[in-house]
């Protein structure tokens, strides 16, 4: 599976983004994908997971409220919806894919998934 990210730019706090990330190479429908993020000088922390085919979402806590994961199956692309963004958003925000594993907490972390995008950068002025 190869995965494209693209969408990031520079927004003022407040504003809006949406990440796409598209697959090629196998369909999303057996895979579960997830965006991570990365800020300068920090860890790569999970922001937001799907299953391709059932559409079963998983967000961290304290992003449920401002981030939607959303996809198209038919275009084998991932979409994240960032409202109200915050300068603390600001980060390189990766996506990434791998088999549905049931265990939450194996979904959420980065060191389980094989397939990664490049990275696109987020940037929210204050």
């Known amino acids: 599976v190869q995965l494209q990210a693209s969408g990031g730019g520079l927004v003022q706090a407040g504003g809006s983004l949406r990440l796409s990330c598209v697959a090629s190479?196998?369909?999303?429908?057996?895979?579960?994908v997830a965006w991570f993020r990365q800020g300068p000088g920090k860890e790569r922390e999970f922001v937001a997971s799907?299953?391709?085919?059932?559409?079963?979402?998983d967000y961290t806590d304290s992003l449920e409220d401002r981030f939607t994961i959303s996809t198209n199956n038919a275009k084998n692309t991932v979409y994240l919806q960032m409202n109200s963004l915050r300068p603390e958003d600001s980060a390189v925000y990766y996506c990434?894919?791998?088999?549905?594993?049931?265990?939450?907490?194996?979904?959420?972390?980065?060191?389980?998934?094989?397939?990664w995008g490049q990275g696109t950068q987020v940037t929210v002025s204050s």
């Open positions: 799907i299953r391709g085919s059932a559409g079963i979402t």
């Open positions: 990434a894919a791998d088999r549905y594993v049931l265990d939450r907490n194996y979904r959420r972390d980065a060191r389980k998934y094989n397939y």
């Open positions: 190479g196998r369909s999303f429908s057996s895979y579960v």
